[in-house]
């Protein structure tokens, strides 16, 4: 059988599959983006999937996770998988290469990676290479759930929040100053906190503040990410729950800037199912 692993900041999505893409067992887990999780946190997630997963030597494994930077870290993770199990094969990719493989199949395009974190590549059909560098969330993320948290706390704390706005945070979330900072600097994942604020900051989508704020962060996207490849020939195809949720508001603004969009995936996973059982 065949084992897909889609792994993002906030979480990891465990699948095996028959030959007929029949989904046999499923396993959610915490995320896995190897440049901000510790190494050996990463590994008790991969000993809780191919446990749960029940893999075996019969079973090959593709693992898709942010973070894989180096050949390094690719090498280690897949010497303690084949420690752990001895899997026929197994293929580790960024999840860059997951998204482009998702959204777009074998056929060329612009790839958006918009959910917790984003980020962008040109895929060929084949294989993916960037032009802009993501940076994470405290240099860059533009267009994520988690900028936009940050845009909003960033402000928030100096009082700049309109006052219904700042009322109704206050009474669904712990806002003092000492929560907000700590969850920004101590939690285990700050990106995964001010990328839960999304959906609160998008059900006020309707105050013209909030809808400058959401905007910005689209527009420092575009501008300062996908307007750096090859737009005018080629189309992006949006990746992540953020950009799904955001879709409308997203798309107007790619329209109003000549870019056209190839779709919207809110899973990888799906597609990358349907991408394994035609390759």
């Known amino acids: 059988m065949t084992i897909i692993v889609e792994s993002g900041a906030t979480k990891s999505d465990w699948r095996k599959v028959d030959a007929s893409g029949q989904v046999v067992s499923r396993k959610l887990l915490p995320g896995m983006n190897v440049s901000t999780v510790d190494m050996d946190r ?6 809780d999937g191919l446990s749960a ?8 494994l593709y693992l898709y996770t942010a973070g894989i930077v180096t050949e390094t870290v690719r090498g280690e993770l897949t010497d303690f998988i084949s420690s752990k199990v001895p899997v026929r094969d197994i293929d580790i990719q960024t999840d860059l290469v997951g998204a482009a493989r998702s959204v777009l199949g074998h056929k060329p395009g612009i790839v958006a990676i918009m959910g917790t974190g984003s980020n962008t ?14 940076g994470g969330f405290i240099i860059g993320d533009d267009g994520s759930g988690a900028a936009l948290g940050k845009l909003f706390v960033t402000d928030f704390i100096k009082n700049l929040i309109p006052d219904d706005v700042a009322a109704d945070f206050a009474s669904r ?18 990106s995964g906190y001010l990328g839960s604020l999304a959906p609160f900051i998008l059900s006020h989508y309707d105050n013209p503040y909030i809808k400058e704020l959401v905007e910005y962060n689209f527009r420092r996207f575009i501008d300062r990410s996908l307007k750096c ?14 950009g799904y949720a955001t879709r409308d508001i997203f798309s107007a603004m790619c329209i109003s800037n000549g870019i056209r969009l190839a779709g919207f995936i809110p899973e990888p996973i799906e597609g990358l199912i349907s991408y394994h059982l035609t390759t």
């Open 229 to 242: 490849y090859d737009t005018d020939r080629y189309p992006v195809g949006v990746v992540g729950g953020f």
């Open 121 to 134: 590549c040109f895929y060929d059909g084949k294989s993916v290479s960037q032009k802009v560098m993501a």
């Open 53 to 60: 997963l029940e893999a075996s030597s019969e079973d090959t």
């Open 173 to 190: 979330f712990d806002a003092s100053y000492s929560a907000i900072v700590g969850n920004v600097y101590h939690s285990a994942s700050p």
């Open 42 to 47: 990463i590994k008790e997630i991969l000993s």
